[in-house]
């Protein structure tokens, strides 16, 4: 399966994501591969064995959402000069959407930008962040506000990687297939209700559908300026949350899970979605056990750090929600804050 990736707007970048076994990969320059301490053991064998490179060293950071800043950047920056790559080499990002966000972003700060490739490993990042260009690190006011749109040479997604996969990486991986199927396709949405994602044919089929999805957003939109915004349904309350806890109680996938359930509630209050397809997709969050509650300590606080959001502009939010029904979507800058702290505050 091939999904191709043509950025028109984007000096005519191409690329193209490949899903299916991992193939024998050629490169003529030196090629570094930067993964993390849990999937080096796993898997990191089996990828040198796919890889004939002049030079080939490797780079193994520590795991976790953590310690996605800038400190661990410096880190791999350094060991790159250590290794004395140049501005013809190639990094590889052999990991979930943490390993792949820190190693686009080091990419484009190398000598000012060198080649990268994605090899997900996690399902999250196989449907969703491996895909599309966006990179960077969290920082103390905030995740992902330090970074750059830079777009990988090519993606492969294979399967058996998941095969390792714990379960509730899984079901972080299944909120970003539910939050696409909410915003762009309701058939999509009723097929996750009905078929069975531990069938491998039938999961490849829907992360191929995920991938088309955002192929579609950002050939469109690479850098978020219009419709690509929809993609974080979830997100501008997933990245409190996740800031709150200092990335260390939920999984991306499970903060943007609680996301959607607030963002529904938001879309309840002013009339956006009906309460039938509001239960409709708590209800399948659920069945991948997903959480989709959260006790705020401070509804104004949570409130106030709606503004480093950077859809946020010229002190107006910005929220991605459904539009009436599973499947459609609507970009709201009008809410007022009245109906917006009214929310917040059922989760106090």
Do not use: W
């Not at 899984?170 to 078929?195: H, L, N, P, T």
């Amino acid at each position: 399966m091939i999904v191709p990736i043509h950025l028109l707007h984007a000096n005519d970048v191409q690329y193209t994501v490949t899903i299916d076994t991992l193939p024998r990969l050629e490169f003529k320059n030196k090629v570094a591969i930067i993964t993390n301490e849990t999937i080096a053991p796993l898997h990191l064998e089996r990828v040198l064995s796919c890889i004939n490179a002049p030079q080939l060293n490797v780079v193994t950071i520590k795991d976790g959402e953590e310690y996605k800043n800038l400190a661990t950047v410096e880190e791999i920056l350094n060991q790159l000069f250590e290794y004395r790559l140049d501005r013809k080499s190639t990094l590889i990002a052999l990991g979930g959407g943490v390993i792949g966000d820190m190693t686009g972003f080091c990419a484009s700060l190398y000598q000012r930008g060198i080649d990268f490739v994605q090899i997900p490993t996690t399902l999250l990042a196989q449907v969703d962040a491996s895909v599309g260009g966006k990179t960077g690190v969290n920082n103390a006011y905030g995740k992902n506000l330090i970074g750059a749109f830079y777009q990988p040479r090519a993606v492969y997604i294979d399967t058996q990687f998941l095969e390792t996969l714990p379960p509730r990486e899984f079901g972080a991986g299944v909120a970003e297939m539910i939050k696409m199927a909410v915003m762009f396709d309701r058939d999509f949405f009723d097929s996750i209700e009905k078929e069975d994602l531990s069938d491998p044919k039938i999961l490849k089929t829907f992360i191929k559908r995920c991938v088309e999805l955002k192929a579609q957003v950002v050939n469109e939109d690479e850098k978020e300026a219009g419709i690509r915004a929809v993609l974080n349904y979830g997100h501008t309350f997933a990245h409190v949350i996740e800031n709150e806890t200092h990335y260390t109680t939920y999984l991306h996938g499970e903060a943007v899970a609680i996301g959607m359930m607030m963002a529904n509630e938001l879309a309840l209050e002013i009339g956006l979605l009906s309460l039938d397809d509001a239960i409709r997709i708590a209800k399948l969050l659920k069945r991948f056990r997903l959480p989709t509650t959260y006790k705020i300590e401070d509804s104004d606080s949570f409130y106030t750090h709606f503004f480093l959001d950077k859809k946020s502009a010229n002190n107006t939010l910005t929220f991605i929600l459904p539009n009436g029904t599973i499947g459609t979507h609507t970009i709201k800058s009008d809410i007022d804050a009245v109906s917006v702290k009214k929310v917040l505050k059922r989760f106090v």
